[in-house]
């Protein structure tokens, strides 16, 4: 008897004499139509495949006003930090005593400070000190930190113990008291000293996050199948583990860039950061600390770029921990 041949719904007989051949290639019919389709369900990408962290990350982050005007801050930042002259033709050492402690004039709009400099022209060169330090530091103390913690994480065993005790020693060191003693014998008035202190103390907590992070990171089935397919120590790191566990490094980096920047206004402020004729904003604001009754504006308008410059680092960092952070999805 003649095998007889299956009927769709539809009476057109789509799938007649398809079997299993006709299976497969129903499959790939649909498979094609979903790669011609511009958009996906929410959760995929163009193609109907899914988004990955950093793309929805991102599109979070275009969607956060947190995000958008912290962005455009700090950006106007570091735009007048590489060019100053673009909002100031003025020298911030040319001084004039005869104008000491006078307050708003013509072209003058901050006034001038106890030395009859220009506050305005040195609020601005002061933010070039500001965010060099504050993304030198953040660079070397990510690279520094995540190296090692990364590197502990993954190979476990003594080189993990001796590490962690090390971050404790590092931790039992009060900031302030270690820049107090470390930057006291230095001599030099740039911010090279600084950076390199912060670095120093600030590289156990980026490696105690790293550390955590490629602990977890290791333990995916991912990770266990390409080292059950013979990947290296070397490619297990740098295409599998980094790429999955930079994300906690980075928001954990973004928010404390804005802490390194207090701390290097704090560190000139009591006289061992940078020093004159360095110009920061903390030492503008030590120098107007004894004039605050009389002449006020010398102090506040410094001090108001400095808050208002980690205000908008810490605002940015705690935008990214919420784009990256997935318990929030």
């Known amino acids: 008897m003649p095998e007889q041949q299956p009927w769709d719904a539809t009476g057109s007989g789509a799938i007649s004499g ?3 051949g006709g299976g497969m290639d129903l499959a790939m019919d649909e498979g094609t139509t979903l790669e011609k389709t511009p958009g996906g369900p929410e959760g995929t990408g163009p193609a109907g495949r899914p988004r990955s962290l950093w793309s929805d990350a991102w599109r979070d982050l275009r969607r956060n006003p947190v995000f958008i005007i912290s962005g455009l801050v700090i950006l106007f930042l570091v735009v007048i930090s590489i060019w100053p002259s673009l909002i100031t033709d003025q020298d911030p050492l040319n001084c004039d005593l005869a104008k000491a402690q006078e307050g708003s004039q013509p072209g003058h709009p901050f006034g001038f400070d106890g030395q009859g400099c220009d506050v305005y022209t040195r609020t601005v060169y ?3 000190t500001s965010v060099a330090v504050g993304v030198c530091s953040t660079l ?3 690279l520094l930190g995540g190296v090692l913690g990364g ?11 001796v590490l962690s005790r090390l971050t404790d020693v590092f931790f039992g060191i009060p900031v302030v008291l270690g820049g107090l003693v470390f930057l006291s014998v230095v001599t030099s008035s740039t911010v090279w000293p600084v950076i390199g202190f912060i ?13 955590g992070s490629v602990i977890t990171a290791k333990q995916n089935d991912y990770v266990q199948a390409a080292r059950a397919l013979g990947a290296s120590n070397s490619r297990l790191m740098l295409r599998h583990i980094t ?22 206004a704090t560190l000139s402020f009591l006289g061992v950061g940078l020093k004159p004729p360095a110009v920061s904003w903390g030492i503008d604001i030590s120098a107007a600390s004894q004039y605050i009754r009389n002449a006020p504006h010398m102090l506040l308008w410094p001090a108001g770029a ?3 410059t980690v205000l908008a680092f810490i605002m940015l960092g705690d935008a990214v921990r919420d784009a990256l952070d997935p318990k929030l999805r």
């Open 18 to 20: 398809a079997g299993a």
């Open 243 to 264: 790429p999955n566990a930079i994300a906690p490094v980075i928001v954990v980096a973004t928010i404390a860039l804005g802490t390194y920047i207090s701390l290097e």
């Open 140 to 142: 070397g103390v990510s």
């Open 126 to 128: 002061g933010a070039r």
């Open 151 to 161: 590197l502990a994480g993954f190979f476990g065993g003594a080189w993990d113990a």
């Open 306 to 308: 400095l808050a208002v």
């Open 199 to 211: 670095v120093l103390l600030g590289w156990p907590q980026i490696a105690r996050i790293a550390r």
